[in-house]
């Protein structure tokens, strides 16, 4: 089993900046593919962004593309998320996900959904 673990949230103007961290535990050693999804009250969870790590390939949504990035330490087990010029409808819980599965351009959204460890996420305020 994978814990994760989010850290970072917390409530900024919009413009600014927020640093997420997700820390796997476990036998993370088989994760291949982790990303960042996002959900805001009465709204569906939305794939934000995610990394195959095995390749080093990294995907974003449209809404992010441009001001996220993510990226991942040396030892494969720490997944960041850099978010610039955040937006009011940035505003969310925002959550890790990790899977053994690799992950393409196509497929990560649906993989970590189905298949994902996840952790209990970490609060985004944007205000204006």
Aim: glycine letters at 14%.
């Amino acid at each position: 089993q994978v814990q994760l673990v989010e850290s970072g949230g917390g409530s900024v103007q919009a413009g600014g900046s927020l640093r997420l961290s997700c820390a796997a535990f476990g036998y993370s050693y088989n994760i291949d593919c982790m990303g960042w999804f996002r959900q805001a009250p009465g709204k569906e969870r939305e794939g934000i962004t995610a990394i195959w790590t095995s390749v080093g390939a990294t995907y974003y949504a449209d809404s992010v593309q441009g001001r996220f990035t993510v990226s991942q330490d040396n030892a494969k087990n720490t997944l960041y998320l850099q978010m610039n010029s955040l937006k009011p409808e940035d505003t969310a819980m925002y959550y890790c996900a990790a899977t053994p599965l690799g992950c393409d351009g196509t497929s990560w959204v649906g993989r970590l959904r189905r298949s994902g460890y996840w952790g209990q996420g970490t609060q985004v305020t944007v205000s204006s």
